[in-house]
């Protein structure tokens, strides 16, 4: 009788203590199959010339850093400001992925929050983005010369994860290009 009459209460309080447990947790980078494998295949047009297609061999014979974003991401605008003001070392290109965007707006947010992208792809149905395993805009990987996608960081960079994830990442590429 007691079982039947505070079921409710005591399945309540199971998750509770789940989510309790869940919460408290310590949280780990998300780590990306793709890491240590090659750029996956694609074919998609320049954001600014849509006549203009490019492939996965884009990504080869030099160090890329590959920023997927959109102008309805609200965290995309806070990053965006970081890879404008705080540029890349010489040697690496960075490359923007617009994601499930239309080009009007895409342009738009451009123009108004200016354009660090050598060049920017156009990924409107997402199908890029679901190869390299996007879960939400902003994401940025590092992908060494050989085409090697070789890290991810998933969310918005703030200055401290730019200095301390970011940089030292497109560093390892760059001496590991170095050294071939």
């Known amino acids: ?3 039947k009459r505070f079921w409710p209460l005591l399945l309540l309080a199971a998750l509770v203590l789940l989510l309790a447990f869940g919460l408290g947790r310590e949280q780990k980078p998300l ?18 010339n849509q ?14 850093v590959l920023n997927v974003w959109a102008s309805w991401c609200e965290a995309c605008t806070y990053e965006h400001k970081i890879f404008v003001e705080s540029p ?7 490359i923007g992925l617009n994601y499930k965007d239309q080009t009007g707006p895409a342009l738009m947010w ?10 920017i792809l156009q990924d409107v149905q997402g199908r890029l983005g679901f190869e390299l395993g996007v879960y939400g805009v902003p994401e940025t990987y590092v992908i060494n010369e050989q085409g090697i996608i070789t890290y991810r960081h998933v969310g918005a960079f703030d200055e401290e994860s730019w200095q301390q994830n970011l940089l030292p990442a497109v560093y390892r590429a760059l001496e590991e290009k170095q050294s071939n």
């Open 1 to 3: 009788m007691f079982l």
């Open 51 to 64: 006549r203009v297609t490019y492939d996965e061999s884009l990504f080869k014979g030099r160090v890329f």
């Open 31 to 48: 780590a990306s199959a793709l890491v240590g494998k090659p750029m996956p295949a694609f074919e998609l047009p320049a954001l600014k």
């Open 110 to 119: 451009l123009r108004d929050l200016g354009d660090p992208y050598e060049l």
């Open 88 to 94: 890349l070392p010489e040697d690496a290109m960075l």
